[in-house]
């Protein structure tokens, strides 16, 4: 699937007939609607590449609240049962981690970003959320329009999750030397909410990078400071 292009801003009309597609306008609707949540739930699907590694996919139920806080618990193989916990001003700013099998019999206190959450992951805990990934996505595109240097293929609609999505794909030069984020984004965006709820990133070559998902995504999900309290008793920190 790799495509050489002369690196000129265009957007193709898609197979359904959809309006051509606005990277700038879409993030703006998107920030839009996301400054009018203050909460979320989802099933969140990780999967990245770690040096020459690609990690099997992690299956993790995550809760989020502004200003920032966040809770996840792995619902799936590889790590199920694995709980983190980080509330931006609290706890030192350290994650408060409950690992899985035997590990799971003391709490861990951990720098987000540092060497053992990165061992095994391409973000610290302090990157999640969606308004994270629409800002990075913004702030791709955003360069790319400026510079004449993305291509945009407005691809059509696609069901994902259960839900009707705008599928989108970017084509950025060499990432390498130009500085971008990645070659190539694919990303569905929620017909009804303007948010992307699965994006996918690849290198040259066509090597998947990054992907991730959010499964059952409920926005405004009322949650409460009790959600990020390790001693909420529907969590299994040790106390």
């Not at 706890?91 to 987000?112: F, M, Q, S, T, W």
């Not at 970017?170 to 030397?177: G, M, R, S």
């Not at 290198?203 to 999900?221: K, T, W």
């Not at 959600?227 to 969590?235: G, H, Q, S, T």
């Amino acid at each position: 699937m790799l495509c050489t292009f002369a690196f000129l801003l265009i957007t193709c009309s898609p197979v359904s007939g959809q309006e051509n597609f606005s990277p700038e306008e879409w993030t703006m609707r998107a920030e839009r609607t996301l400054s009018s949540v203050s909460s979320y739930t989802a099933v969140f699907h990780k999967r990245e590449r770690i040096g020459e590694a690609l990690n099997e996919k992690e299956t993790i139920y995550l809760k989020f609240m502004k200003p920032f806080k966040v809770y996840m618990k792995w619902i799936k193989d590889p790590s199920y049962g694995r709980e983190a916990i980080y509330v931006d001003g609290d706890n030192n700013n350290l994650v408060k981690v409950r690992e899985c099998g035997l590990a799971g019999l003391i709490n861990l206190n951990l720098d987000p970003a540092g060497s053992i959450i990165m061992k095994g992951s391409r973000h610290p805990m302090t990157d999640a959320g969606i308004e994270n990934l629409v800002q990075l996505i913004r702030r791709e595109t955003g360069r790319g329009v400026k510079n004449n240097e993305i291509v945009v293929i407005n691809i059509g609609e696609e069901i994902v999750y259960g839900r009707k999505t705008r599928k989108v794909e970017f084509f950025f030069p060499a990432y390498v030397t130009k500085g971008y984020y990645c070659y190539r984004a694919i990303i569905n965006i929620d017909a009804e909410n303007d948010l992307p709820i699965k994006v996918s990133l690849f290198e040259h070559g066509d090597r998947l990078i990054e992907s991730y998902g959010y499964e059952s995504l409920r926005l405004n999900a009322g949650l409460t400071d009790d959600d990020f309290d390790p001693a909420n008793p529907e969590y299994a920190f040790r106390k």
